[in-house]
Protein backbone atom coordinates (compact mmCIF):
# COMPACT_ATOMS: atom_id res chain seq x y z
CA UNK A 1 0.00 0.00 0.00
CA UNK A 2 2.39 2.63 0.89
CA UNK A 3 4.51 1.54 -2.05
CA UNK A 4 2.08 2.68 -4.04
CA UNK A 5 1.36 5.92 -3.09
CA UNK A 6 5.06 6.18 -3.15
CA UNK A 7 4.48 5.16 -6.91
CA UNK A 8 2.15 7.44 -7.43
CA UNK A 9 3.69 10.43 -6.12
CA UNK A 10 6.66 9.40 -8.22
CA UNK A 11 4.74 9.64 -11.60
CA UNK A 12 2.90 12.73 -10.23
CA UNK A 13 5.88 14.62 -9.63
CA UNK A 14 7.38 13.54 -13.46
CA UNK A 15 4.21 14.68 -14.63
CA UNK A 16 4.93 18.04 -13.34
CA UNK A 17 8.64 18.11 -14.16
CA UNK A 18 7.28 17.53 -17.95
CA UNK A 19 4.22 19.86 -17.90
CA UNK A 20 6.71 22.82 -15.93
CA UNK A 21 9.56 22.53 -18.47
CA UNK A 22 7.95 23.19 -21.71
CA UNK A 23 5.91 26.42 -19.96
CA UNK A 24 9.29 27.88 -18.58
CA UNK A 25 10.71 27.86 -21.93
CA UNK A 26 8.29 29.78 -23.52
CA UNK A 27 8.32 32.51 -21.03
CA UNK A 28 12.35 33.20 -21.78
CA UNK A 29 11.16 33.41 -25.31
CA UNK A 30 8.43 35.72 -25.09
CA UNK A 31 10.52 37.64 -22.10
CA UNK A 32 13.79 38.21 -24.41
CA UNK A 33 11.25 39.23 -27.01
CA UNK A 34 10.28 41.80 -25.34
CA UNK A 35 13.51 42.80 -24.54
CA UNK A 36 14.14 42.86 -27.36
CA UNK A 37 15.09 46.35 -28.55
CA UNK A 38 12.88 48.27 -30.68
CA UNK A 39 14.18 51.08 -33.31
CA UNK A 40 12.70 52.95 -35.92
CA UNK A 41 14.27 51.23 -39.06
CA UNK A 42 12.98 47.75 -38.28
CA UNK A 43 9.80 47.86 -36.60
CA UNK A 44 8.07 51.33 -36.34
CA UNK A 45 8.31 52.17 -40.20
CA UNK A 46 6.99 49.46 -41.63
CA UNK A 47 3.97 50.33 -39.42
CA UNK A 48 3.78 53.71 -40.48
CA UNK A 49 4.54 52.48 -44.02
CA UNK A 50 1.70 49.79 -43.89
CA UNK A 51 -0.77 52.15 -41.92
CA UNK A 52 -0.16 55.54 -42.44
CA UNK A 53 0.60 56.29 -46.14
CA UNK A 54 -0.37 57.64 -48.67
CA UNK A 55 -1.75 60.54 -46.67
CA UNK A 56 1.22 60.49 -44.30
CA UNK A 57 3.98 60.37 -47.06
CA UNK A 58 5.82 62.84 -49.69
CA UNK A 59 4.79 61.23 -52.55
CA UNK A 60 0.99 61.84 -52.30
CA UNK A 61 0.32 63.12 -48.98
CA UNK A 62 -1.36 66.28 -48.26
CA UNK A 63 -1.08 65.57 -44.34
CA UNK A 64 1.45 66.33 -42.02
CA UNK A 65 4.14 64.28 -43.14
CA UNK A 66 5.08 61.34 -40.58
CA UNK A 67 7.37 59.30 -42.99
CA UNK A 68 10.88 60.09 -41.19
CA UNK A 69 12.61 59.18 -37.53
CA UNK A 70 12.49 62.83 -36.64
CA UNK A 71 8.39 63.12 -37.65
CA UNK A 72 7.58 60.33 -36.14
CA UNK A 73 9.30 60.46 -32.86
CA UNK A 74 8.10 64.71 -32.93
CA UNK A 75 4.24 63.53 -32.61
CA UNK A 76 4.54 59.91 -31.61
CA UNK A 77 1.73 60.93 -28.42
CA UNK A 78 -0.23 62.04 -31.04
CA UNK A 79 0.23 58.93 -32.45
CA UNK A 80 -0.43 56.48 -29.94
CA UNK A 81 -3.34 58.28 -29.05
CA UNK A 82 -5.15 58.82 -32.07
CA UNK A 83 -4.43 54.79 -33.26
CA UNK A 84 -6.07 53.80 -29.86
CA UNK A 85 -9.61 55.94 -30.46
CA UNK A 86 -12.62 54.80 -30.84
CA UNK A 87 -13.00 53.77 -34.62
CA UNK A 88 -15.78 56.09 -35.08
CA UNK A 89 -13.75 59.16 -33.35
CA UNK A 90 -12.98 61.72 -36.37
CA UNK A 91 -9.72 61.75 -35.17
CA UNK A 92 -8.95 58.42 -35.10
CA UNK A 93 -6.20 57.24 -37.56
CA UNK A 94 -5.77 55.99 -40.33
CA UNK A 95 -8.40 58.28 -41.44
CA UNK A 96 -12.03 56.99 -42.06
CA UNK A 97 -10.79 53.35 -41.84
CA UNK A 98 -9.42 53.86 -45.08
CA UNK A 99 -6.01 51.75 -44.09
CA UNK A 100 -5.87 48.43 -41.48
CA UNK A 101 -5.99 49.74 -37.91
CA UNK A 102 -3.25 48.98 -36.26
CA UNK A 103 -3.50 45.81 -33.82
CA UNK A 104 -3.40 45.62 -30.25
CA UNK A 105 0.01 43.74 -30.90
CA UNK A 106 1.30 46.85 -33.13
CA UNK A 107 -0.04 49.21 -30.93
CA UNK A 108 2.30 47.77 -27.91
CA UNK A 109 4.87 48.07 -30.13
CA UNK A 110 4.47 51.76 -30.52
CA UNK A 111 4.44 52.23 -27.01
CA UNK A 112 7.27 49.99 -26.04
CA UNK A 113 9.29 51.87 -28.69
CA UNK A 114 8.40 55.12 -27.03
CA UNK A 115 9.23 53.90 -23.54
CA UNK A 116 11.99 52.15 -24.11
CA UNK A 117 13.92 55.62 -25.46
CA UNK A 118 13.36 55.66 -29.39
CA UNK A 119 16.08 54.41 -30.96
CA UNK A 120 16.62 55.54 -34.55
C1 LIG B 1 -6.59 58.05 -45.70
C2 LIG B 1 -5.63 59.04 -45.30
C3 LIG B 1 -5.00 58.89 -43.92
C4 LIG B 1 -4.37 57.81 -43.40
C5 LIG B 1 -4.18 56.43 -44.00
C6 LIG B 1 -3.87 58.22 -42.10
N1 LIG B 1 -4.19 59.53 -41.85
FE1 LIG B 1 -3.64 60.67 -40.25
N2 LIG B 1 -4.64 62.27 -41.01
C7 LIG B 1 -5.41 62.24 -42.13
C8 LIG B 1 -6.18 63.47 -42.21
C9 LIG B 1 -7.19 63.80 -43.30
C10 LIG B 1 -5.82 64.25 -41.09
C11 LIG B 1 -6.33 65.63 -40.70
C12 LIG B 1 -7.59 65.50 -39.92
C13 LIG B 1 -7.35 65.40 -38.46
O1 LIG B 1 -6.58 66.18 -37.90
O2 LIG B 1 -7.98 64.54 -37.83
C14 LIG B 1 -4.84 63.46 -40.36
C15 LIG B 1 -4.21 63.89 -39.20
C16 LIG B 1 -3.33 63.14 -38.46
C17 LIG B 1 -2.57 63.60 -37.33
C18 LIG B 1 -2.59 65.01 -36.77
C19 LIG B 1 -1.60 65.82 -37.55
C20 LIG B 1 -1.59 67.27 -37.18
O3 LIG B 1 -2.17 68.03 -37.93
O4 LIG B 1 -1.01 67.60 -36.15
C21 LIG B 1 -1.82 62.56 -36.87
C22 LIG B 1 -0.85 62.55 -35.71
C23 LIG B 1 -2.12 61.43 -37.72
N3 LIG B 1 -3.02 61.81 -38.69
C24 LIG B 1 -1.56 60.19 -37.58
C25 LIG B 1 -1.82 59.12 -38.42
C26 LIG B 1 -1.26 57.79 -38.20
C27 LIG B 1 -0.36 57.39 -37.05
C28 LIG B 1 -1.70 57.01 -39.22
C29 LIG B 1 -1.44 55.55 -39.43
C30 LIG B 1 -1.76 54.68 -38.35
C31 LIG B 1 -2.55 57.84 -40.07
N4 LIG B 1 -2.58 59.11 -39.54
C32 LIG B 1 -3.16 57.39 -41.23
C33 LIG B 1 -5.44 61.26 -43.09
C34 LIG B 1 -4.90 59.99 -42.94
Known amino acids: MKLRF ?22 ATSESMTMKAISFTTDIKPIMVNHCAPCHFPETGKKKLLDTYIATKDNIVDIITRVQLDKADDKFMPFKLKKEPLSDSLITVLKNWRKSGMAE
Do not use: H, N, R
Not at 8 to 26: D, R, Y
Open 6 to 27: ILLLFVLAMIFVQCSGPKKATM
